[in-house]
């Protein structure tokens, strides 16, 4: 076979498309391989280049494929599109990969480790558990008001809620063993995220970094820990900005002819990581305007909201902290909270 010099590959459950060129960027390999035989294959190959999409299977061929000699390359999906020429099958894909790889502009994303990964299943899973206690919770709010039993807004209600269900001899006896049976399903939910937060706090404090993250007000220890989860190599980032750009917090640019026109954030990158720092800053944000406690931001929040909603302020917060994040991950610094007028004096 004529020397390859890179590969596309474009990943599946159980076929995965090839596509390679020589040095004169000439195609000399498009074949389709079942997984046992693609496995077999690159570890025939002279050690060569190799690009696939980034996705969760991703990361994994990368370290297998690395431990064959092989240099790989994972790129994001949305900036492999562009070169996909027409249609979308296996093939073009594959094609498509290789020639994304060859541009020298080109972004690629880290692999992780089969540790990182599994640190990365616990924030999963404690998103997932929240989300199915929200929904219990919800129902069972909705079941105890068609009996006209409601209590005020707030997770920490709903024990209180089954309580007084419990307890209430004017409910049908079907009704109070349902509810038994949906209290003790809201016990085991919140066990399991007792149980999941408690590995988090574990990891939280064993890692220095983490530590120094969640000293900055709004971020604490889950916004750390997910920090340090989800963020590549801080040094692949030149500044603040664009730490907070990857991550979807800046302006959408509709900008053309001279003229500047921004719209909302282009909510890119991970969605849960940006979820994390807004609910932590819209948290910093509603202290200031109840006047609870002192904040190092409170000055410029308050002056920010006297020109925008609250809402705006909040993402805007949210981007200084994603700021203050890449600063201290890319230089190990710790925090220092400046005082308010130090601060004011500072923007000026």
Known sequence: MEQITRIGMDTSKHVFQLHGV???EEPVLRKKLRRKDMVAFFERLDPTVIAIEACGGAHHWARLLRSFGHEVKLIAPQL????????????????????????PTMRFVPAKTAEQQAALMLVG????????????ANAIRGYAAEFGVTVATGMARVVSLLDRVRSNATLPALARE????????????????????????????????????A??????????VML??????????????????WMGLTPKDHSTAGKTRLGGITRAGDEGLRSVLVSGA????????????????????????KRKSPKLVAVALAN??????????????????????AAAAGAA
């Open 125 to 136: 899973l404690r998103d997932r558990l929240i989300r199915s206690r929200t929904q219990l």
């Open 215 to 224: 000293r900055v007000p709004g971020i604490g220890p889950i916004g750390a």
């Open 80 to 103: 492999v599109k562009p070169y996909v020429k027409r249609g979308k099958n296996d093939a073009a894909d594959a094609e498509a990969l290789c020639e994304a790889m060859s541009r």
């Open 282 to 305: 819209t948290i910093v944000l509603r202290h200031v305007r109840n006047g609870k406690g002192t904040s190092p931001f409170a000055h410029w929040l308050e002056q920010l909201l």
């Open 320 to 341: 200084k902290l994603a700021r203050i994040a890449w600063k201290l991950m890319a230089t190990g610094q710790s925090y220092v909270a400046r005082s308010a007028p």
């Open 178 to 213: 349902m509810f038994a049976i949906q209290a003790e399903e809201y016990a085991q939910l919140q066990a399991r995220i007792d149980e999941v937060e408690a590995k988090l706090m574990a990891w939280h404090k064993a890692d220095e970094c983490s530590q120094r993250l």
């Open 228 to 245: 340090m989860m989800k963020t590549p190599a801080p040094e692949l980032f030149q500044s603040g900005r664009q730490f907070a750009a």
């Open 22 to 24: 020589n040095a004169a």
